[in-house]
């Protein structure tokens, strides 16, 4: 109904296509946007907030991917890939003594089998990552909703490491939305990223 | 059966999902592939077990109007079969398709999940997969159930992956001031996050998720039809990778989007109404890009939002000038 509403106003039948100001354009767009009412239903995440993401993960490290084996696993031999980091500094669960740690994907080659789970995050040796994890000895654990539970590390503009894109955080303004290009939210310093990760746990405790 | 796969599929060497909409390509000898299906009808099974609420009967009678609504675009060409009911599971790498639900407390944030296995020789689907995460509850009421996920609006999505398309990021969020994050409103069926319980209303495809389709199983008019808008965004002269790019009718309100898919920043969105569209060029900052892009690509997220200064037109049946859109950084 708010489409058909809206849309009514946008109607341009004798529009002049190559003169419209870019103004224009902006507050014609911007208002188009407001106008999808529609509501989007389930489709594959459940989104979950920063801290729930921190709370419910049993094992956060920030490192460096070092190895990647695919394998068949399970009675219906199904594909999965088992990934080791090294661990450059463990956030949450690992052992400070671990030097590593391993979790499994749904995905993977097995010579000439490739099993894509589509969401599901690759890795490749040399990969900088923070990893959320679910589960714990005996089980290998994995990640935190799929790639909800990985955020990478790469180097900006001055070579700095930084986490893209920012989680998504509340900043304590009450509903806000989330526009995208906000100048605000920037990729973060992986330093900050880090304390940020931190200061939940603590705050957890 | 595992056998015959064996010998059908040379090789699979699948790789990320780029190209518009998003479609899902593969890279073979330095060409890339586009992946779908080549073989119609295409058979699928649904597992013979059900969960509480929903019987495998229900679930059945559920997906194949999931199905249905896709094979009901009139400018694609698509059609399925069911084959029946199979005690296989959705993760089995079996040559068959099968959907089903299936428990998977290790992935307690999401509701359900597609999977391929594909020749990469030719880009075809041999299997596809779709299992629905029991861990939750679920729904087949025509109405909705306001505590139950509607199973037909996630299978119309997971069909969209099914057959060949990634996920659109045709869509609006908010937080709130716990950091709880909600879906708002959006412009595609493919959007990959979850509005909740109850809704019903992705069992409707949206403009963007028609022209995904149609552009990947044209059918009829489809291209002769509709009109392409092509360009590039660029920040400092230099291509900017993954940027989504929303074409926006205003005569219709139609929103379809693409990415820059190209170090060069090139995109193109096809499956356009014939007309003027208004382009916005936005970062992808607010999402997983896993979801979307495989990590492999240096994907840019770090500029403004920005709008081409003029109205693009889309003519009919063809591309025009391919336009050019500079990002400032953020």
């Not at chain 2, 079969?81 to 068959?96: K, L, R, V």
């Not at chain 2, 028609?210 to 552009?215: E, H, L, R, T």
């Not at chain 2, 379809?256 to 356009?272: M, P, W």
């Amino acid at each position: 109904m708010l489409i058909a509403t809206q849309n009514a106003k946008f109607r341009m039948r004798n529009a002049n296509y190559r003169s419209c100001a870019s103004a224009r354009l902006t507050c014609l767009l911007l208002v188009a946007f407001c106008a999808m009412a529609r509501s989007a239903s389930a489709t594959v995440l459940l989104p979950a907030d920063f801290t729930t993401v921190v709370a419910e993960s049993v094992t956060i490290v920030h490192g460096r991917v070092v190895d990647v084996s695919a394998g068949l696993t399970g009675p219906r031999r199904t594909i999965e890939s088992l990934v080791t980091v090294q661990v450059i500094e463990s956030l949450k669960g690992a052992s400070t003594t671990d030097t590593t740690v391993t979790f499994r994907v749904p995905n993977g080659q097995v010579g000439r089998y490739r099993r894509v789970l589509i969401g599901a995050p690759e890795f490749a040796r040399g990969d900088e990552i923070v990893v959320f994890l679910h589960g714990q000895a005996p089980a290998i654990p994995t990640l935190f909703g799929l790639s909800q539970g990985v955020y990478r590390v790469v180097r900006d503009a001055r070579a700095a490491p930084v986490v893209i894109p920012a989680p998504v955080s509340a900043r304590g303004i009450g509903v806000e939305r989330v526009v995208r290009g906000d100048p605000v939210r920037r990729p973060m310093p992986v330093d900050e990223f880090v304390r940020q990760v931190h200061t939940i746990v603590e705050r957890r405790r | 059966m595992r056998s015959l796969l064996v010998g059908i599929i040379a090789a699979v060497l699948f790789s990320q999902p780029l190209s518009a909409y998003i479609h899902f390509n593969i890279t073979e000898r330095g060409q890339s592939i586009v992946v779908k299906w080549q073989r119609m009808p295409v058979r699928w099974f649904a597992k013979n077990s059900g969960v509480p609420g929903v019987t495998a009967s229900d679930f059945q009678a559920s997906v194949s109007r999931a199905f249905a609504t896709w094979q009901a675009v009139p400018t694609a060409s698509i059609s399925f079969q069911f084959a029946g009911f199979t005690g296989a599971e959705p993760s089995d790498e079996d040559g068959i398709s099968v959907l089903g639900f299936q428990s998977n407390p290790g992935m307690d944030r999401v509701l359900g999940a597609t999977g391929f296995i594909v020749d990469v020789t030719t880009g075809e689907i041999i299997e596809s997969d779709i299992f629905f995460n029991s861990i939750f509850p679920w729904s087949t009421s025509a109405a909705g159930d306001p505590l139950r996920f509607d199973l037909e609006s996630v299978a119309v999505h997971e069909i969209g992956h099914f057959l060949g398309l990634g996920h659109s990021a045709l869509g609006e969020t908010e937080v709130d001031s716990t950091g709880d994050r909600r879906v708002l409103a959006s412009g595609a069926v493919m959007f990959p996050i979850s509005f909740g319980r109850g809704v019903t209303r992705d069992r409707e495809l949206q403009p963007d998720d028609i022209a995904g389709v149609s552009a990947l199983y044209p059918d009829g008019d489809f291209e002769s039809d509709t009109g392409v808008v092509r360009g590039r965004v660029s920040r400092n002269g230099v291509g900017v990778v993954g940027a989504h790019v929303i074409a926006f009718n205003p005569e219709t309100g139609h929103l379809i989007a693409a990415f820059t898919l190209t170090r060069n920043g090139d995109f193109e969105i096809a499956g356009l109404t014939p007309g003027p569209h208004i382009i916005r060029v936005e970062p992808l900052d607010d999402g997983d890009i896993g979801s979307f892009f495989d990590a492999s690509d240096p994907i840019d997220v770090a500029f403004r939002v920005a709008f081409h200064d003029r109205l693009a037109v889309a003519p009919r049946g063809g591309a025009g000038d391919a336009i050019s859109v500079a990002v400032q950084p953020k």
